[in-house]
């Protein structure tokens, strides 16, 4: 589970491989002095023959053929809410960033330094007495102020101070580029404010939602009891918090409107926002959080915006007070004393995900580090654990994807020459990132103390705001890194067409340097078509060569793009999760969309690779095309607790692994042919109910 740092004020534009998890990558033990990798024990996790079960016909379920043994055997622990080949390089990543981090903690670096701000950063972390003894302490200063506030001005006043501070809690506000204008970064505000993962959780009858509601309102009393209001008061309080947010709920779009750009995108000048919301003046937030007054910004889900302006007219102070008072205890739990921190965890670990345990102590410390300055760590991470040649070769299969991608646009059926033209433009201008970043970030302002791993979150989140909100009427910097190098995943960003792999997810089974063609191009190869692809599914196709949201098609292109994207929102739509739980085709349409596309590109650059006269190497007893579709399985091999599993079928973007294991494979002829399916069989769609898209 991921501490609940509240960092909502980003407005992120950029589609990831796969939802939250954690990084990290191959260790090559004792290239750094000091760094002592020999506790590294998470197994590197392979495609293994012997994994394959052949009661199970690959053609009638190919997630169970491949990886059912391998999921039988590995159920998710106890501390964990997911298990599988992310969560392995994960904890393999993890274990590194701890090695490092102890190195820094226990090392002489000379205060200033990256290394000594990772180690201090650590060292409070880890230092329990310290936790304990200062109790609420570090936020009782924003409680006090929280107390005495009267007036909807009062609060009006508290919130621009607040987010000027980087713990903004009510609305969504951070810098990005102009989706019209790719060159520039403007100022985005959207919607926000919730403590639960979605509005249906606040609107909708159903008994599981109904009971975490009635939870949620016990976790807001604790977490106000624990913090040193009086329990007849926290329980009046939790209701109204509960009512507070589901007022912000009502007013909030669902999840599967959000990906549209137009949903997100609003330029308003800000005497039109603030005529929009006259009991909160923009003219005064902007003043307040120190960026210069825009000529305009985007104003999103002014809906949403016009009821926060009702509320601060027709809302008591009190309720006003309630909800701020939770969510600043709430948001900083995480790092105050244990009975917060086990309330914090007991309400969205183990009630809403289904996590059994906590993680060990230095795992959520550095969950934190990496939330607080995960790009610095990545810094020491990449000198012990990213080995130069692998950027070399993963560039050479860019190069392949690319080009493999480029002959299928050439040659597609169903588009017209003029959208072609503009789609291969498109093409032209990807551009990739591997690794880490070839400029790394300026920690220079942030100070970092030994002592209060409280004072630490708040100064990073404050450093951290203020270095976006810098960003603000700037042309776009286009070296920046928007995942850090330990990061177990990977993505594209439509304002930029770029895409980007960060260091630890280069390793196997995606990535591995000693395995033959067809892992790799299954793998990694499949990861990098479908990033590429991003640039061109349902919301990602909106935005042109230069990242600008325009639209580049005729209407008929846009019709034919439009019937086969139904089909494959079908197509998931069918596949049933848990009892009476369905995959959403909408919501998970974009990633659908890449994964088929990605997965087809990588099958012809491996073709395309292998040439005229290719000879295959038939190992163990399999041909390159199986090898090729067991490890895009391998990759998708995971495990849910049914908690997280029913959070993710309303909040992820991306479907549950099994599903994305046999859902690209069964509309490709490659993969009937591989495995000698014949019509019929489950892994086989065919006619009107086949998807061809890129
Ligand atoms: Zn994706």
Not at 293 to 320: C, R, V, Y
Not at 563 to 579: C, D, H, K, M, W
Request: glycine share 8%; charged share 20%; with cysteine.
């Amino acid at each position: 589970m991921k501490h609940r740092v509240r960092a909502a004020l980003s407005v992120a534009i950029l589609v990831a491989l796969a939802g939250c998890s954690s990084g990290e990558q191959a260790a090559a033990p004792g290239a750094t002095p000091g760094i002592d990798l020999s506790a590294i024990t998470a197994p590197v996790n392979r495609l293994q023959a012997a994994d394959l079960d052949p009661s199970v016909p690959a053609c009638r379920d190919f997630n169970a053929h491949v990886n059912g043994k391998w999921l039988a055997a590995n159920p998710v622990p106890a501390d964990r809410t997911t298990w599988g080949s992310f969560e392995l390089l994960g904890e393999r990543s993890l274990q590194i960033q701890h090695a490092i981090a102890k190195a820094a903690m226990t090392g002489d670096a000379p205060a200033g330094t990256v290394e000594r701000k990772v180690g201090d950063f650590f060292a409070a972390g880890m230092d329990e007495a310290a936790i304990e003894a200062a109790g609420v302490a570090p936020i009782a200063p924003i409680l006090a102020q929280i107390d005495a506030l009267a007036s909807g001005e009062d609060i009006a006043a508290f919130l621009r101070q607040a987010y000027a501070q980087g713990r903004g809690m009510l609305f969504g506000f951070g810098a990005n580029a102009d989706f019209k204008n790719s060159e520039m970064v403007i100022a985005y505000a959207g919607q926000g404010g919730l403590s639960l993962p979605e509005r249906a959780y606040y609107l909708e009858d159903r008994e599981d939602y109904q009971r975490i509601r009635a939870a949620f309102v016990e976790h807001v009393a604790k977490t106000l009891e624990l913090a040193g209001v009086d329990p007849e008061s926290a329980a009046a309080q939790a209701r109204q918090v509960l009512a507070f947010e589901t007022r912000l709920a009502q007013a909030s779009l669902p999840r599967v409107e959000l990906r549209d750009p137009a949903k997100r995108y609003n330029p308003v000048s800000l005497a039109e926002a603030d005529a929009l919301t006259p009991n909160f003046s923009w003219t005064a937030f902007f003043d307040a959080i120190g960026v210069a007054q825009p000529e305009m910004f985007s104003l999103a889900m002014p809906g949403f915006f016009q009821e926060i302006n009702a509320m601060l007219a027709d809302t008591p102070a009190a309720d006003w007070q309630a909800y701020l008072r939770f969510r600043t205890i709430d948001a900083a739990a995480p790092y105050l004393t244990s009975a917060l921190e086990a309330q914090n965890f007991a309400f969205y670990g183990r009630t809403l995900r289904g996590q059994q345990q906590m993680q060990e102590r230095w795992k959520r410390v550095l969950n934190s580090l990496n939330g607080a300055m995960g790009e610095a760590l990545g810094q020491l991470y990449v000198q012990v654990a990213f080995p130069p040649e692998s950027k070399a070769k993963m560039e050479k299969l860019v190069g392949n994807l690319s080009e493999a991608l480029r002959h299928r646009l050439e040659n597609l059926e169903w588009m017209g020459e003029e959208t072609k033209a503009k789609a291969l433009e498109k093409w032209s201008t990807f551009t990739p990132k591997i690794g880490y970043p070839e400029q790394w970030r300026d920690w220079s302002g942030l100070q970092v103390s030994a002592d209060s791993y409280a004072g630490n979150a708040l100064a990073a989140a404050a450093f951290n705001y203020r270095y976006m909100l810098d960003k603000i009427g700037k042309p776009v910097d286009r070296k920046e890194w928007f995942m850090s190098p330990q990061t177990v995943n990977a993505y594209y960003n439509s304002t930029r067409n770029e895409i980007v792999f960060p260091a630890a997810i280069l390793q196997p089974p995606f990535f591995d340097p000693e395995a033959d063609d067809a892992l790799n191009y299954g793998g990694i190869g499949a990861v990098i078509g479908h990033e590429m692809i991003h640039g061109y599914d349902d919301q990602g196709s909106k935005f042109d060569a230069a990242g600008n949201f325009e639209n580049w098609w005729t209407d008929e292109d846009r019709a034919a793009f439009e019937s086969r994207t139904a089909i494959l929102v079908e197509q998931f739509n069918g596949y049933e999760a848990l009892p009476g739980l369905f995959v959403n085709g909408r919501l998970t349409l974009g990633e659908n969309i890449a994964d088929l596309g990605g997965l087809t590109v990588a099958y012809d650059a491996m073709r395309r690779a292998q040439g005229e006269g290719f000879v295959d190497p038939m190992i163990e007893g399999f041909t390159q095309s199986q090898r090729f579709f067991m490890n895009w399985a391998t990759v998708w091999r995971r495990n849910f607790t049914e908690a997280e599993l029913k959070v993710r079928l309303n909040t992820d973007s991306h479907a549950p692994a099994n599903f994305r294991a046999i859902g690209a494979p069964s509309n490709m002829p490659a993969f009937a042919e591989a495995f000698g399916c014949e019509s019929g069989d489950p892994m086989v769609r065919e006619g009107d109910a086949r998807v061809v898209i890129w």
